[in-house]
């Protein structure tokens, strides 16, 4: 059973690496002229932090997703090393 969390856990840090990666590599990609298609994507998330005043401490929640087409590729490529492993 430990073997099989553990798995999960390996799994979502390969995806998240390849996320994160993935990004960034579309990031650099936007300026480059045959590669601009890598960065094409969508933003969602909260636009507007919410802000939790207990008047000792002020507390921000934000949460903001870019996904770009580099992205998905770099969770495929994580998903595909991960089968490998």
């Known amino acids: 059973m430990a073997?099989?969390?553990k798995n999960i856990w390996?799994?979502?840090i390969f995806l998240l690496s390849?996320?994160?990666?993935?990004?960034?590599?579309?990031?650099?990609?936007?300026?480059?002229?045959f590669l601009w298609w890598l960065s094409y994507g969508e933003?969602?998330?909260?636009e507007?932090?919410?802000?939790?005043n207990l008047s000792v401490?002020?507390?921000?929640?934000?949460?903001?997703?870019?996904i770009n087409i580099a992205?998905?590729?770099g969770m495929a490529i994580a998903i595909f090393i991960y089968r490998k492993i």
């Not at 933003?43 to 909260?46: I, T």
């Not at 507007?48 to 939790?52: A, D, E, F, S, T």
């Not at 401490?57 to 870019?66: H, K, Y």
């Open 18 to 33: 390849g996320l994160v990666l993935g990004g960034l590599l579309g990031e650099i990609a936007k300026n480059v002229d």
């Open 43 to 46: 933003e969602f998330g909260l």
């Open 57 to 66: 401490t002020t507390i921000t929640f934000g949460l903001m997703f870019r």
């Open 10 to 12: 390996i799994l979502l």
């Open 71 to 73: 992205s998905i590729i």
């Open 3 to 5: 073997t099989k969390e």
């Open 48 to 52: 507007n932090p919410i802000k939790l």
